[in-house]
Nanobody, 124 residues
Framework: QVQLVESGGGSVQAGGSLRLSCVVS????????LGWFRQAPGKEREGVAA????????YYAEFVKGRFTISQDVAENTLYLQMNSLKPEDTAMYYC?????????????????WGQGTQVTVSS
């Protein structure tokens, strides 16, 4: 059973930085794509960034390009999201997710496995 546990959320002022971590267990790293998603109160969930493990490629939503960086430490079974230049509109619950299908994870926004989420709050 794949399990994901996020950490690293918190409260920062606009312009600040945070690094989210997601420890993944019960999976084979080379066969799963991983991603970060977020959901703000009253809004739909949206994809933030993802790693297509098969292609070795990374993908970002337009609204985080140049500010957020997704990375993976395979040896530590950990996914990261470095968030810089944070804005109040980045305030949301952030979730990491995994699926053996990148299409299902990122294109269809329907990964099979989710973490419990970590809250990020950015004040102006």
């Amino acid at each position: 059973q794949v399990q994901l546990v996020e950490s690293g959320g918190g409260s920062v002022q606009a312009g600040g930085s945070l690094r989210l971590s997601c420890v993944v267990s019960g999976y084979t790293a080379s066969t799963y794509s991983l991603g970060w998603f977020r959901q703000a109160p009253g809004k739909e969930r949206e994809g933030v960034a993802a790693i297509d493990t098969g292609a070795g490629s990374t993908y970002y939503a337009e609204f985080v390009k140049g500010r957020f960086t997704i990375s993976q430490d395979v040896a530590e079974n950990t996914l990261y999201l470095q968030m810089n230049s944070l804005k109040p509109e980045d305030t949301a619950m952030y979730y990491c997710a995994a699926d053996q299908s990148f299409r299902k994870l990122w294109i269809r926004d329907a990964p099979g496995y989710w973490g419990q989420g970590t809250q990020v709050t950015v004040s102006s």
